[in-house]
T-cell receptor, first 115, second 112 residues
Framework: NAGVTQTPKFQVLKTGQSMTLQCAQD?????MSWYRQDPGMGLRLIHY???????DQGEVPNGYNVSRSTTEDFPLRLLSAAPSQTSVYFC??????????????FGAGTRLSVL | SQQGEEDPQALSIQEGENATMNCSYK?????LQWYRQNSGRGLVHLIL?????REKHSGRLRVTLDTSKKSSSLLITASRAADTASYFC????????????FGQGTELSVKP
């Protein structure tokens, strides 16, 4: 069982560069989300999707774009990287919006440094 | 802003002791969950407690929920060195597709 797979695991960017963080899940989950984790800040929600073709903003969406063309994939794009985006990024998925089973499964994370 | 605030931020105990972590939140919730994160890894779900439940057990874990005080606690009994990790509470306010809001976490260190 692969679960939630994130690539790359590590990335170093220069200010102004763009890149896409990949996230794929093989559990046929409807709901997917991206978080960033910074020291002392816990996890903050960037964007989320309740199904293919549907995305919405979380707490800290500025500087990030997402799309959801398939159920399996939910890439996160940084159009012009800034040092403030240095962080650890986690992708997560869950089966759906059913309240009783709102358990999220996380990927291993992508550690991003922007110089 | 964060929904959940956790206390303490860091906790260091000896193997065999109990560890208690607390979480406070601000708005009404459908459920509250606890997750664990080992260093350098993703989060792993531990336990979910619904808003109409007051206590729940899973192995050495006990979670309580007091909706009148908007608070929850996670108790790990007979701790082991392998329990060393960060622990996060997460709240589901019942809107926006079941979006979870995470607290800042408690860093637990269990010394052998």
């Amino acid at each position: 069982n692969a679960g939630v797979t994130q690539t790359p695991k590590f990335q170093v960017l220069k200010t102004g560069q763009s890149m896409t963080l990949q996230c794929a899940q093989d559990m046929n989950h409807e709901y997917m989300s991206w978080y960033r984790q910074d020291p002392g800040m816990g996890l903050r929600l960037i964007h989320y999707s309740v199904g293919a073709g549907i995305t919405d903003q979380g707490e800290v969406p500025n500087g990030y774009n997402v799309s959801r063309s398939t159920t399996e994939d939910f890439p996160l794009r940084l159009l012009s990287a800034a040092p403030s985006q240095t962080s650890v990024y986690f992708c997560a998925s869950k089966a759906g919006t059913l309240r009783a089973k709102n358990i999220q499964y996380f990927g291993a994370g992508t550690r991003l440094s922007v110089l | 802003s964060q929904q959940g605030e956790e206390d303490p931020q860091a906790l260091s105990i000896q193997e065999g002791e109990n560890a208690t972590m607390n979480c406070s939140y601000k708005t009404s919730i459908n459920n509250l969950q606890w997750y664990r994160q080992n260093s350098g890894r993703g989060l792993v779900h531990l336990i979910l407690i619904r808003s109409n439940e007051r206590e729940k057990h899973s192995g050495r874990l006990r979670v309580t929920l007091d909706t009148s005080k908007k608070s929850s606690s996670l108790l790990i009994t007979a701790s082991r060195a392998a329990d060393t990790a960060s622990y996060f509470c997460a709240t589901d306010a019942g809107n926006q597709g079941g979006k979870l809001i995470f607290g800042q976490g408690t860093e637990l260190s269990v010394k052998p």
